[in-house]
Each structure stands twice: as structure tokens, then as C-alpha cells.
């Protein structure tokens, strides 16, 4: 009988060595499965993230082609006045600096969507389209830079401050943010008339006023609701 009873015994312990033994193959079994999974979204999100730059030089290029077309455009009345508006050009680096969760990748692609804008600008200006033929020379280049050297500048300024407003906006709704954009559409108009550079206040610049208003109204309305659910949230877990 004390023969049966140390053979149980033996087999108790020799089954807890086994699963003491176990148990770092089983974690390092979850750890590698983790972070072969980590791996593979950090490709993922590296492939986004390349698609998205792309498609930031792609609508940055169209959109600044399409803008200088459009104001060489003699049978479109109002087309002339909507391709002197600026604040277009900011939005586009705030939109795509919103698809960003890293203020340095939000500013990365700000810059690199107004530096496509103006490059597509550009090719544009000196394209067959506008009757400009280059024939080899670089003259009409240095002189499209030299007089666009206010627009280059800039572009250099604001670019990487829109596209860290929109990352600012993606992360946390913030209120700089939703002044910034609906106030360089609402406030354009009036700081062209104020530098004596808005000859007429045509429809169009009515119109960019009002979309600045919505704008803004609609950020501040989403901004307040993220803010509400936040507070909730942050509620709710104090009182589990």
C-alpha cells in the first residue's frame, strides 16, 4: 500500500516538472505568435501608407492643374476668380494630413500634396495647352519661378502647418484647427479687400464666404460631439 502511494506521488511530481516546463514553450508560442502578427501589420500599414502618398501626389498634381486650366478658361466667367482662391490650396494639405495618427507623416504629406499642386500648376502654365512652347529653352521656367516665387514661398509655410492641423484634427478634434479652416475660406474675401487686391466682390467670393461658415460650423458641431462622447466615455469608466 505505501508502495502504491509513492508511485502516485512520483507521477504528481513528474507531471508538474512537465507543465512547469510547459509553460515557457507556451509563451513563447503566444509572443511569437504576436509578433509575427505585429509584423504583418506594421506591412499593412506601410503599404497605406505608401498608397496614400501616392494619392496625395496624384490629387495634388490634378488639383493644381486643374486650377490653372481653369482660369485660362475665357468662356467660364467665374472661372478666373475661382482659380485666384487660396484657400482651396490649404485645404488640400489639411485633408490628407487627416489620414495621418503621426504629426510627422501628417506633415510629410501635406508638403508633398501642395508641392504636386504646384509642379501640376506649373507644368501647366508652361504646357501647349496655354500656348507656351519651350522649344528647349529654360528662360520662360526661370521666369514662371521667379514671378511665382511669392506663391513658392508660400506654399513652404503653410503646407507643413495645414497638414499638422489636420493631424491635430484626426487625433483630437481640435478647436485651432477648425478656426484655421473655416477662417481662411470666411476671411479670405475680406483680407484681399483689405490689401486692395479684391477689385470686386463678385458671387464667387460671396459663395467662398459661405462655405467658410459651413465649414466651420460643421467642424465645431463634430468637434462638440466628439467631445461629448469622450466625457461619456471617461464617465463611464469611473463609475465601473
Given at each position: 500500500m505505501l508502495w502504491f502511494f509513492r508511485m502516485k506521488e512520483q507521477s504528481l511530481v513528474v507531471r508538474?516538472?512537465?507543465?512547469?516546463?510547459?509553460?515557457?514553450?507556451?509563451?513563447?508560442?503566444?509572443?511569437?505568435?504576436?509578433?509575427?502578427?505585429?509584423?504583418?501589420?506594421?506591412?499593412?500599414?506601410?503599404?497605406?501608407?505608401?498608397?496614400?502618398?501616392?494619392l496625395a501626389v496624384i490629387v495634388g498634381a490634378a488639383f493644381g492643374g486643374a486650377d490653372q486650366y481653369l482660369g485660362s478658361l475665357s468662356a467660364i466667367a467665374w472661372g478666373a476668380d475661382v482659380s485666384l482662391l487660396s484657400a482651396p490650396w490649404l485645404l488640400l494639405p489639411f485633408v490628407f494630413g487627416c489620414t495621418q495618427q503621426r504629426a510627422r507623416r501628417a506633415v510629410a504629406i501635406g508638403c508633398m500634396a501642395t508641392a504636386?499642386?504646384?509642379?501640376?500648376?506649373?507644368?501647366?502654365?508652361?504646357?501647349?495647352?496655354?500656348?507656351?512652347?519651350?522649344?528647349?529653352?529654360?528662360?520662360?521656367?526661370?521666369?514662371?519661378?521667379?514671378?511665382?516665387?511669392?506663391?513658392?514661398?508660400?506654399?513652404?509655410?503653410?503646407?507643413?502647418?495645414?497638414?499638422?492641423?489636420?493631424?491635430?484634427?484626426?487625433?483630437?478634434?481640435?478647436?485651432?484647427s477648425a478656426f484655421f479652416v473655416g477662417s481662411a475660406f470666411s476671411l479670405e474675401p475680406l483680407a484681399r479687400a483689405a490689401v486692395g487686391r479684391l477689385p470686386q466682390l463678385t458671387d464667387v467670393w460671396v459663395i467662398e464666404m459661405g462655405v467658410g461658415f459651413i465649414i466651420g460650423g460643421y467642424l465645431i458641431w463634430t468637434g462638440s460631439f466628439f467631445r461629448i462622447h469622450k466625457r461619456q466615455e471617461f464617465t463611464g469608466e469611473l463609475l465601473t
Open positions: 508538474s516538472l512537465k507543465q512547469e516546463h510547459s509553460i515557457p514553450s507556451n509563451y513563447a508560442i503566444v509572443w511569437q505568435r504576436r509578433m509575427r502578427d505585429r509584423g504583418t501589420i506594421q506591412a499593412c500599414c506601410g503599404k497605406i501608407h505608401i498608397m496614400v502618398l501616392l504636386s499642386a504646384l509642379i501640376g500648376y506649373f507644368v501647366m502654365t508652361l504646357s501647349p495647352l496655354e500656348g507656351v512652347h519651350l522649344n528647349g529653352s529654360m528662360a520662360p521656367i526661370l521666369n514662371l519661378l521667379r514671378s511665382e516665387s511669392i506663391v513658392i514661398v508660400g506654399g513652404v509655410m503653410t503646407a507643413p502647418l495645414y497638414g499638422y492641423l489636420g493631424y491635430c484634427w484626426r487625433t483630437s478634434r481640435a478647436w485651432l
